[in-house]
């Protein structure tokens, strides 16, 4: 659980150095006491459906442009599908469409009085195929007599790796749904493969059947109806996240105005589900919709911070003041929808019409997404003006107990309303992280703080934002990441917490590279980056308390460190190494300590190339393990040696303190 009331520890603080230095041994002093308590385990994750991240990334669904979505930016197409047999594919706009959300539909005419036809879909870029459940339905309009067949084929041979008929109850004057189910005799040799439906010819009346919604899905992580990717998911939950930031980034506001994320058509059965016109350069399903975020929270244990849209797109336009009250009452129906009473409220009523009587907590609701980028300087002076005063006020008046968040924090030029806290998003180079190591030091806690976008794009002494983002994160700076983090954790009590971003991409299609998970249709390419092995470490090994340390020698320029204690009281401390040449000697005594206590040390190190990366075509992982377990000497102090580019926490057991 995110907790508003964390603590600080009173620690020196560490400069950066300009060149590396040979260092000297490190002498620490951790206090039992003098830290304040916290409830806050700092990591969280953030998702948008970036890189298709989501469709055709976590969210399990397989068949790609599964229901002809489309919009003047992206256009409706017949993008994924191709015909079988003698089977001819157009789009049509029937008079009676599948629903109003899903107008357009395929047609599949033939000429021939016999024989198999019908179509494929290739997927996102392939699919995994293996000797477990696939659900699949689809939609079809028109008169047929006999079966349709559905199989998982190779597209590379053709061979079948299983199939099952599927009795025809189509008419001519309606939209019929088909359901199956289909379990593979065989495992497929590679992800080169697609669905497969045809029907008999003959069977067909009037030389064609239209189709729409086909769909197909894998077992799914807990067993979810329309949810998420297993293999995704349990990576995920190697992180030991607290948190989810949700719908994201960009995504919550859109291209356009008219455009922007709509929670209200994210909800209900897929057919009702129009899509939306990504920010990313495709058209989205909305299948990952508000309903399967709050799924995501609840197979996680995560805590949903909510975005709701503030009146602004990324074209630059926003509502004016006169019309400022559609976003603040669009977003309390968000909110409403999400925790109102079923039986007293509108949205409330309507979310337990579709299956959900009972309402989730919300704790935190944030204003918006980077409103002091889109369309600055004047949608953020609009921002500052009216457009966040008003959320605040309405939101306050009708949800005084949920902690807001402003889309900017206090380092972008605004002056955030009391209570309120702030959002800070940094893509760095590594030394310019390991330069905010103090970025907390001394900040109010007043100025409560989300860092809920947080990443290395660029490498040190690069062209930053004019070149290009670098192609994986890479150890050098998942080190500056961790040592960002580890200040920030010494500032618990002024910090929400802080998110990786973006969290995953699709390697076949994707357009922000730096992420800390790759992925494509085999799960065999899952890569955790360098990046997810520092998080999960620090996020792994949460601090209840921070504690006072003190250097008993002159400052070190080259280690980074918090220690406080775990929710079992026990010694931690958490270091990093940058800008060395040679290894670390640290001792780190714990007052209140027994001799020979035993502490387990965990350290990650990464390749002699600082610029190393883990290749999701490789399948290496650059990243070092190691766990070794440390005795305290006679004064409670634990002797270690941290090598250059390091990433460490030590753990100290939980009978060592007297």
């Known amino acids: 659980m995110v907790s508003l009331k964390s603590a600080t520890a009173t620690l020196l603080g560490v400069a950066l150095l300009t060149a590396p230095l040979p260092c000297g041994a490190v002498d620490l002093s951790v206090k039992a006491n003098g830290g304040n308590t916290t409830t806050s385990t700092m990591y969280g994750l953030m ?58 539909s395929m047609n599949v005419a033939t000429t021939a009085k016999k024989g198999k036809v019908g179509f494929a879909n290739s997927g996102y870029w392939g699919m995994d195929v293996k000797v477990q459940k696939y659900t699949g339905s689809f939609y079809v309009r028109g008169a047929y007599e006999g079966k349709f067949t559905a199989s998982l084929q190779s597209n590379l041979t053709g061979q079948v790796f299983g199939s099952v008929d599927v009795e025809s109850e189509s008419v001519s004057n309606g939209w019929t749904q088909h359901n199956f189910t289909l379990i593979p005799f065989k495992n497929a040799p590679n992800s080169n493969n697609s669905l497969v439906i045809t029907f008999d010819a003959a069977g067909v009346q009037g030389g064609s059947l239209d189709f729409n ?55 209900g059965p897929l057919k009702d589900r129009p899509g939306f016109p990504g920010v990313w350069g495709y058209e989205q399903t909305n299948g990952l919709g508000i309903i399967e975020y709050m799924h995501w929270c609840d197979d996680l244990g995560l805590e949903p911070i909510v975005a709701v849209w503030s009146g602004v797109a990324l074209d630059g336009s926003y509502l004016p003041q006169s019309r400022i009250q559609e976003a603040v009452q669009f977003a309390l129906d968000e909110i409403e929808f999400l925790t109102g009473d079923a039986k007293t409220t509108r949205w409330g009523a309507v979310r337990a019409s579709l299956g959900y009587p009972a309402p989730w907590k919300i704790k935190y609701v944030e204003l918006g997404n980077e409103d002091w980028l889109a369309g600055a300087p004047a949608a953020y002076e609009a921002y500052k003006q009216y457009r966040l005063p008003a959320l605040v006020s309405a939101f306050q008046k009708n949800y005084p107990d949920i902690q807001l968040i402003a889309s900017p924090s206090i380092f972008d030029n605004i002056t955030i309303p009391a209570g309120v806290a702030g959002d800070y998003h940094p893509y760095l180079t590594p030394d310019e992280f390991v330069a905010n190591y103090n970025k907390f030091d001394h900040i109010s806690k007043q ?69 800390q998970i790759q992925l494509a249709a085999d799960p065999k390419l899952t890569t955790r980056s360098t990046s997810f092995y520092t998080w999960k ?53 714990f007052e209140g300590v027994d001799k020979n206590t035993q502490a387990t040390l965990t350290v990650l190190t990464g390749p002699a190339d600082p610029y190393g990366y883990n290749d999701p075509f490789t399948q290496k992982n650059v990243v070092k393990e190691t766990v070794t377990t440390v005795k305290a000497d006679k004064d409670g102090g634990f002797g270690f040696s941290l090598p250059a580019l390091s990433v460490a926490v030590l753990e100290v057991d939980d009978n060592g303190r007297r």
């Open 447 to 515: 100025n409560l703080t989300l860092i809920g976008e947080c990443a290395s794009v660029h490498p040190n002494g690069g062209t930053a934002w004019n070149g290009n983002l670098m192609p994986y994160p890479w150890w050098g700076g998942s080190v500056g990441e961790a040592i960002f983090l580890i200040g920030a954790e010494r500032n618990a009590d002024r910090l929400i917490g802080a998110t990786y971003a973006p969290g995953m991409r699709n390697m076949n299609r994707w357009q922000w590279s730096v992420t």
């Open 537 to 589: 470490l620090l996020g792994n090994t949460p601090l209840a308390k921070t504690l006072p340390v003190t250097a008993a020698t002159a400052g070190n320029n080259s280690l980074y460190y918090v220690a406080g204690v775990s929710d079992a009281g026990t010694g931690v401390f958490k270091a990093a190494v940058y800008n060395s040449t040679a290894p670390v000697p640290v001792n780190v005594q």
């Open 47 to 104: 998702h948008e459906d970036i890189n298709n991240s989501g469709d055709g990334g976590m969210y399990a669904e397989l068949i790609r442009n599964r229901a002809f979505q489309g919009s003047a930016k992206y256009p409706v197409s017949l993008d994924a599908w191709s015909p079988v047999g003698s089977a001819t594919l157009s789009l049509k706009q029937l008079t009676q469409p599948l629903s109003s959300a899903l107008p357009t």
């Open 213 to 267: 919604l086909i769909s197909l899905f894998p077992p799914t992580y807990k067993n979810r109806a329309n949810g998420m990717r297993v293999d995704i998911m349990e990576a995920l939950a190697e992180l030991k996240p607290k948190f989810l930031r949700l719908p994201g980034g960009n995504m919550l506001e859109g291209n356009t105005l008219p455009t922007f994320w709509k929670w209200n058509e994210t909800i």
